[in-house]
């Protein structure tokens, strides 16, 4: 049976990653709303579907509310799935009162509205491992919030928002907490693109705190399929975490790679300086997605890698002039 679905955040890489698993499905009807324009092709992967129930509308939370709003209504959708957030880490250490601005109030004012309306069925909200701070005992869903950063002050207090209207409203929430995604169509800057884009280059790849943080990496389309899992059959007002059964440090992260590219990992990396505010792990507990949703990840690290790295190959011609670092917009 179709379902509506309003996916907002659409150029971002999960947003984008999930909207392609969704039109896989032709019967899907589907809204994708971001505040930049669409990205080139290598970067949005539903730009494969020649599908005419997908529609993309430019709108920015922060400013354009209320033609979101107006969108909302006209669509209809059953489902909303907000992966919309200023999401990196290093910047809101410059711009706090931005990562709120955007995480917190605009999601507040969204949701506030959303409250009264009669089609919305589930709303799957994005959170983040962040919360938590340092993850580093496989922590569960109830785990209490210590966030080391802006930004995950910021996710926590958008959670801690959003269960008050769980609490208060009766508000269809589904909330996500995923580790740290990765695969192809990923921008640049994030580190296993920039690492084979670096090793290509024959550039040194900085290893902040020697790459001593341990990560929980986990593909794309494994989060994507977890996502939609719990948009279709997720128990209202719980919370689901995304991970894989166990992580590996960023260094060996990088050393992986390199040996898939025949580099020597010693003069393919060096240690720099650790950035403010990083967690030395996160470990999730993933039991509550596999029991209640059927969820596994499906995609090794290794097969992962090798599709990232193929993926850079393919579009070098492309990618070989993109910026390698993270450009903010206000």
């Excluded at 605009?106 to 309306?117: D, F, H, K, M």
């Excluded at 900085?206 to 929980?216: D, I, R, W």
Aim: glycine residues 6%; neutral net charge.
């Amino acid at each position: 049976m179709s379902k509506r679905i309003a996916v907002i955040g659409s150029n971002s890489f999960s947003g984008s990653d999930f909207i392609d698993l969704l039109l896989l499905d032709p019967e899907n009807v589907v809204i994708g709303i971001s505040r930049s324009p669409e990205k080139d092709p290598i970067f949005l992967p539903y730009k494969q579907h020649q599908n005419q129930k997908f529609t993309f509308y430019q709108l920015d939370l922060n400013k354009d509310m209320d033609k979101i709003i107006a969108c909302l209504d006209r669509l209809k959708p059953e489902y909303i799935v907000n992966f919309a957030a200023q999401s990196e880490v290093a910047p809101s250490w410059q711009y706090p009162a931005q990562w709120f601005e955007t995480n917190v109030v605009a999601l507040a004012n969204l949701t506030q509205y959303l409250i009264g309306v009669s089609y919305l069925k589930r709303y799957v909200h994005i959170s983040s491992p962040e919360v938590y701070g340092a993850c580093a005992n496989n922590l569960k869903e109830g785990a209490p919030l210590n966030p080391s950063t802006p930004y995950a002050a910021s996710k926590a207090a958008a959670d801690l928002f959003l269960a008050t209207l769980r609490k208060n409203f009766n508000f269809p929430l589904i909330t996500i907490r995923a580790t740290n995604v990765y695969g192809a169509h990923q921008q640049l800057f994030k580190i296993i693109p920039r690492s084979i884009i670096n090793i290509k280059k024959s550039r040194v790849i900085e290893l902040h705190g020697g790459g001593a943080a341990v990560k929980s990496y986990i593909h794309i389309r494994d989060i994507s399929r977890g996502e939609l899992l719990a948009m279709e059959k997720g128990s209202l007002g719980s919370m689901y975490h995304l991970a894989p059964e166990s992580g590996v440090s960023v260094k060996n992260l990088v050393r992986m790679i390199a040996q898939k590219m025949g580099a020597q990992f010693e003069q393919a990396a060096k240690p720099v300086g650790e950035r403010m505010g990083q967690d030395a792990a996160y470990l999730l507990d993933a039991s509550r997605a596999k029991e209640e949703l059927g969820w596994q990840p499906k995609v090794s690290l290794e097969d992962g890698i090798q599709d990232a790295i193929e993926w850079i190959e393919h579009n070098w011609k492309k990618i070989q002039n993109e910026p390698l670092e993270y450009v903010h917009k206000a």
